[in-house]
């Protein structure tokens, strides 16, 4: 059972433009999301989190916002650049553990 | 965040061996973690890294197939043991909270990875 969802194995978006990652998840006892990228042969790096009492989060150009109701989360990066072409990952957990579950990923990429 | 080394950073090994992976951290941390990466696959949590305790295991890994240490609170170890081609992974250490002084439990980080070719 996949508690955590990425339905998009990839997108192409053109550089400059709005870069947008979905994340649906399936437990309302989640309480904290990250958004993690991963380039090949690195480990994921941390990017955004946001906690289940907000419903947005922004640092630079990446902004993700939760929809508790809807159990979605969703990353904004703008503008795209050329180096944000990387497999994305959402990751959350649920209230009272330490312990993320992680989406299947969306791989990125962003055209010059 | 703390600083993530592992060792070593790929290896290709024969069916049957084992492999220790080790995890260095610069700093000291409250949890730590080992992840597998299967090919095309997500991250699945093995087990979470106790300080002079036995690991705790998720369901599917045993203790027999996946040993772990965690002597102190900058170091852990996995061995990957009597090796199949099935264990051909990507295995990332994680950490959590940096110990002796403020810390964050909800921002976890990860190291390089170890990337297992198993022949």
């Known amino acids: 059972d996949q508690q955590v969802k990425q339905n998009s194995p990839s997108l192409s978006v053109q550089e400059g433009r709005i870069s947008i990652l979905n994340c649906d998840y399936t437990n309302s006892m989640f309480d904290y999301f990250l958004w993690y990228k991963k380039y090949p042969a690195e480990g994921p790096t941390f990017l955004i989190s946001i906690s289940s009492i907000k419903d947005k989060n922004e640092d630079g150009r990446f902004t993700v916002f939760l929809n508790k109701s809807a159990k979605h989360l969703s990353l904004h990066i703008v503008p795209s650049q050329p180096g944000d072409s990387a497999v994305y990952f959402c990751?959350?957990?649920?209230?009272?553990?330490?312990?993320?579950?992680f989406g299947t990923g969306t791989r990125l990429k962003v055209l010059a | 965040s703390a600083v993530i080394s592992q060792k070593p950073s790929r290896d290709i090994c024969q069916r049957g061996t084992s492999l220790t992976i080790q995890c260095q951290v610069d700093s000291q941390v409250t949890m730590m973690f080992w992840y597998r990466q299967q090919p095309g696959q997500s991250l699945t949590l093995i087990a979470t890294a106790n300080q002079g305790s036995e690991a705790t295991y998720e369901s599917g890994f045993v203790i027999d197939k996946f040993p772990i240490s965690r002597p102190n609170l900058t170091f852990s170890t996995l061995t990957v043991s009597n090796m199949s081609p099935e264990d051909s992974s990507i295995y990332l250490c994680s950490v959590l909270g940096l110990a002796g002084g403020p810390s964050s439990y909800n921002e976890q980080f990860f190291g390089p990875g170890t990337r297992l070719t198993v022949l």
């Open positions: 990751a959350s957990r649920p209230s009272g553990t330490y312990k993320y579950i």
